[in-house]
């Protein structure tokens, strides 16, 4: 399976939830910072994917799936003995999607492309942030007597999670108000499939070559 991603971006969600599920993706650079967006070969990102955006996950059956919720949950699915997402049709795999949509709509999407993209002004920044804040408080809520987002396990929620709250430094988007986010945020980093998704998942073309 082939993982198309970007050191940056939220490619990073599905990279962790291959590593914590034993799977292992060969990861294709796309620069979704230059226009047009291109492989490190040169040839177009439009024409493997028309969507244009990461992360997309190439099967071997020559399909792919794209939106970073639906490949997190196919990852999942692979191998349920990770217990990376709870079975489908219980009320606990509801609450998954339910968080999962949250992420995906509420968070990621305010972070991206507002606050990564300074040519929109400080008004619409400033606005962005605000709204972060006040997501933040929500999942700080969540984190309350939980290890992890969903409870006791870790899911591909969290994986999820760890995309925007890494963010949070470049983004100005500070954690200084959510004790729970931050504690949960170090148990994340403390990870070893976290960790060797992060580096992996942080080479750049050269890096890779080398
Ligand atoms: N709805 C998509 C959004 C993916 C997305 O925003 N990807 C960003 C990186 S985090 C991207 O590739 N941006 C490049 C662009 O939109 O041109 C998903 O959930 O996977």
């Known amino acids: 399976m082939q993982l198309y991603y ?33 492989l490190a070969d040169g040839l177009l990102y439009s024409e493997i994917n028309t969507r244009n955006y990461v992360p997309l996950l190439g099967l071997d059956d020559g399909t792919e799936i794209s939106e970073a919720g639906i490949i997190l949950q196919y990852l999942a699915d692979l191998n349920p003995a990770a217990g990376l997402a709870p079975a489908q049709g219980t009320t606990e795999r509801r609450e998954l999607n339910q968080w999962l949509t949250f992420l995906g709509t509420e968070l990621h999407k305010t972070y ?68 729970n986010l931050r504690a949960w945020f170090d148990r994340m980093k403390a990870r070893p499939q976290v960790r060797a998704a992060l580096k992996l998942h942080s080479a750049s073309p050269t890096a890779q070559a080398a």
């Open 112 to 179: 991206s492309p507002w606050l990564f993209h300074p040519e929109v002004g400080e008004l619409a920044q400033d606005y962005a942030r605000r709204r972060v804040a006040a997501r933040y408080a929500i999942v700080e809520r969540q984190l309350s007597g939980r290890t992890w987002l969903l409870g006791e396990s870790f899911t591909v929620a969290d994986a999820y999670l760890f995309v925007m709250v890494n963010w949070a430094a470049a983004a100005k988007t500070p954690l200084t108000d959510f004790p």
């Open 6 to 38: 970007h050191p940056y971006g939220c490619s990073l969600a599905p990279a962790i939830a291959a590593a914590e599920a034993g799977i292992a993706l060969d990861l294709v650079y796309v620069d979704i910072i230059g226009e047009p967006h291109r």
